[in-house]
């Protein structure tokens, strides 16, 4: 994961070339606040894959990270929680981009623009291309595990919120009273849950981003029932 490492401390090193005084330090505190639980979690992530989630203890997590326990446990309650926290991190991006798009923009076409300019996390590698088959297999050990999934139906609810939110904001409707920004965030948040298991089950392997598309071009188009192979 070193390309993440390097991505964060990059965008560390801009923000505090533009603080300045109090707020410099204020700033670069959060920032490095923030490195901290990012890399917390991509341990967590990283060794689960490679280990299995019962033999990677907190101490193990932090370690990697070169910090304390007690540290990990000021960010994270449980090994599932900061495994999960990159779930919620990107959902919360993902709003933020939506925010950022140009009013002009169709609604379907700005979700679509916004989930895939923020889904990789900053970890377009990720460091495990050289294997693909085994961090497949990782992966899939680890979302099994029952306490990884509780954490990923709570943080679910919040990553929908989110962008329930930002499409609210987007079409003028109101989260609480109106059905459509929760059935839009709903039917985004149901077509990354698809492709990602379809990616990890895909045989041969195939890329993410070509079906993380087609799955929001296929919801915007109304899912239309597909064309039967000719007879």
């Known amino acids: 994961m070193r390309s993440a490492h390097l991505f964060w401390a990059r965008n560390i090193r801009y923000g505090w070339c533009v603080d300045n005084g109090q707020d410099e330090r204020a700033g ?39 910090v304390s326990p007690r540290t990990f446990n000021n960010y994270f309650s449980s090994k599932a929680e900061a495994i999960v926290s990159r779930h919620l991190d990107r959902a919360r991006l993902i709003a933020a981009e939506l925010r950022a798009r140009p009013a002009s ?88 849950t698809v492709v990602i298991d379809h990616w990890m089950r895909a045989d041969p392997p195939v890329p993410v981003m070509p079906l993380l598309r087609d799955a929001l071009r296929q919801i915007a188009a109304g899912l239309p029932p597909p064309t039967p192979p000719p007879s």
């Open 105 to 192: 923009e169709p609604l379907w076409e700005a979700i679509a623009n916004a989930v895939t300019a923020r889904f990789a996390l900053g970890q377009e590698t990720g460091g495990h291309d050289a294997n693909h088959e085994q961090w497949v297999a990782g992966l899939r050990l680890m979302l099994a595990e029952p306490v990884v999934q509780g954490e990923f139906l709570r943080a679910g609810a919040a990553a929908e919120a989110e962008l329930a939110a930002a499409i609210a904001e987007r079409t003028g409707t109101d989260p609480e009273r109106d059905l459509y920004p929760r059935l839009v965030a709903g039917a985004a948040g149901a077509a990354t």
């Open 28 to 66: 670069l505190r959060e920032r490095k606040k923030q490195r901290t639980r990012i890399e917390l979690s991509w341990a967590a992530i990283r060794l689960s894959v490679e280990r299995g989630l019962e033999n990677v203890r907190v101490e193990d997590i932090a370690a990697e990270v070169g």
